[in-house]
Every structure is written in structure tokens, then in C-alpha cells.
């Protein structure tokens, strides 16, 4: 079946260190990730994308790394502030190309 | 440029009644999708439509679930009859294309609960 999955639930960093957060994917035939950050009491917000031909994608302050031999996505926030406090999640088109499948989040927790 | 506009942003309902969840597209956008999200987890998928046309409704409950995108106005997002367990965030999103290749914009989203 189809699904997407993050290693850690939860990730505690400290301001101005750099943060990690990463997800494992299932459908090896996927052609497009999104990284999405949601605030409590709000909805997605779109992070940065990358499709299958690319293996890394630079945004402000944020990386997307893939990895299509382990099937591996990983976000890379850089000086991590404050306002990066929120569920973070990995998404990837379904089969039919039709519909974002969501991994369960990682909560990021950032401290001054 | 106005994002998703969902309404109503809380929705609180009785068992056995109707909800009804709107959605307005971001302008230019013809392609909405609806995700249902419950406490801790991630959003699971509904339904994809375009206007008048539902495209794949493979994550929409067999019964009292429906969901509408006419010509004009809003999609509609249907909960007939509502139990305890439908108490979850609805959220809408919408893409100018397919999201095979495309960011979709989420809008805040509707909590219902259902009391």
C-alpha cells in the first residue's frame, strides 16, 4: 500500500542550531514530495517541494534533501528561530497522481 | 490574492444532524481537494474535484459522506447524520493542476464536533 512515514514524533533544538527532520516513503514510484508546516489551530503551510529527478533543493533557511535508493526525505532548517516551533510533514503524490499522501508529523519544539 | 476560505472555521453539531463545510478556491484554481485530520495525526485524503466533476473519492467514507464542486460557488463537503467520530479538522485545498507535479494551498480548515 501506500504510505509515508516519519522516523521521530518529536525534536527539541535549541535556537540558532540546526534542525533535522526526517521521513521515510513507501511508493518508490512517486515523482513529486512536499514538506509542509503547520501551526497549532491552522493548515499546512507549503515549506518547499522537490521532484523525483532532483536529489536536493535549496529554499530560505530550508534544504530538502531525497534519497530514491532508501527512499529517504529529510528538511534541513538552518538557525532554527523560535517561530519554526509547529508539526512538520512530509507528503508525496499517490500512484494515480491524484492526491497528496501525509506522513503522522514531527513535532518541532525550539527553545531560546 | 485571497488563500483557501473555508467557513464556518468551528462547526459544532448534534448526532444525527447535517454538517455542511464550504470551501472557495484560491482565483485561477479549478482543482480542490478535501482532507480530514484527526487530534495527532496527519491529514488523510477524501476526494479530488474539479468543477462539477469528482475525480477520485477514494478516501471518502461509503455513506453520509458527499462532496460537491458545482459551476459556481464553493465546494460543498457533506456529513449526513453525523456520529461522535466524525468530530475531526476538514481541510480544504486547492492547485491550478494536478497535484502530480504542483504545491496545493491548504486553507484553515473546519472543526467540527459533534456532541
Known amino acids: 500500500g501506500e504510505s509515508v512515514g516519519l522516523h521521530l514524533p518529536t525534536l527539541s533544538v535549541q535556537e540558532g542550531d540546526n534542525s533535522i527532520i526526517n521521513c521515510a516513503y513507501s511508493?518508490?514510484?512517486?515523482?513529486?514530495f512536499i514538506w509542509y508546516k503547520q501551526e497549532s489551530g491552522k493548515g499546512p503551510q507549503f515549506i518547499i517541494d522537490?521532484?523525483?529527478?532532483?536529489d536536493k533543493r535549496q529554499g530560505q533557511r530550508v534544504t530538502v534533501l531525497l534519497n530514491k535508493t532508501v527512499k529517504h526525505l529529510s528538511l534541513q532548517i538552518a538557525a532554527t528561530q523560535p517561530g519554526d516551533s509547529a508539526v512538520y510533514f512530509c507528503?508525496?503524490?499517490?500512484?494515480?497522481?491524484?492526491?497528496?499522501?501525509f506522513g503522522k508529523g514531527t513535532t518541532l519544539s525550539v527553545s531560546s | 490574492n485571497a488563500g483557501v476560505m473555508q467557513n464556518p472555521r468551528h462547526l459544532v453539531r448534534r448526532r444525527g444532524q447535517e454538517a455542511r463545510l464550504r470551501c472557495s478556491p484560491m482565483?485561477?484554481?479549478?482543482?480542490v481537494y478535501w482532507y480530514r485530520q484527526l487530534p495527532e495525526e496527519g491529514l488523510k485524503f477524501m476526494v479530488y474535484?474539479?468543477?462539477?466533476?469528482?475525480?477520485?473519492e477514494s478516501g471518502m467514507p461509503k455513506e453520509r459522506f458527499s462532496a460537491e464542486f458545482p459551476k459556481e460557488g464553493p465546494s460543498i463537503l457533506r456529513i449526513q447524520q453525523v456520529v461522535r467520530g466524525d468530530s475531526a479538522a476538514y481541510f480544504c485545498?486547492?492547485?491550478?493542476?494536478?497535484?502530480?507535479?504542483?504545491?496545493?494551498?491548504f486553507g484553515q480548515g473546519t472543526r467540527l464536533t459533534v456532541v
Open positions: 482565483k485561477g484554481h479549478s482543482h
Open positions: 485545498a486547492s492547485s491550478p493542476r494536478t497535484t502530480m507535479n504542483t504545491e496545493a494551498f
Open positions: 507528503a508525496e503524490n499517490n500512484q494515480a497522481g491524484t492526491a497528496l499522501i
Open positions: 522537490i521532484r523525483s529527478n532532483m
Open positions: 511508493n518508490s514510484a512517486s515523482d513529486y
Open positions: 474535484l474539479q468543477k462539477e466533476n469528482i475525480i477520485d
